[in-house]
């Protein structure tokens, strides 16, 4: 379990970085604090590889991927309720690529648009 979740922290630090565009990496690496979370820290932040940090984020990365040891171990508790089942089209293949700016933007302006115009549906 101890390598596999070593290996997970690895995705997730070159997940992150693959998020980043060059100008907020720059910005991080300016800050020395900031730049060592992003270059050592794994899921939660976490600097210690023989410290599991975060249970609900390494959750949220095994729900993200598919693919996290220690959240594959809290669902197998059974304790967390069904937000993302296979009936609400969770899909049980594993993916370690993270949405592109361009799809979150995407979102945000739909989002926005549906308030817009609940807006105007709610002054006629």
Known sequence: MATAFAKNQEEYRKMRLEALDEEEIAYLQAQPQMNQKLVEGGIGGNLNPNRIRCLH??????????????????????????????????????????????????????????????GRSDEA
């Open 57 to 118: 984020e390494n959750y949220a990365h095994f729900l993200a991927t598919g693919s996290n040891v220690i959240g594959e171990e809290v669902e197998s508790w059974k304790v967390i309720p069904p937000c993302c089942s296979e009936e609400k089209g969770r899909s049980d293949e594993a993916t370690t690529e993270a949405p592109t700016r361009d799809a979150a933007a995407a979102s945000v302006d739909e989002q926005q648009g549906s308030e817009e115009e609940k």
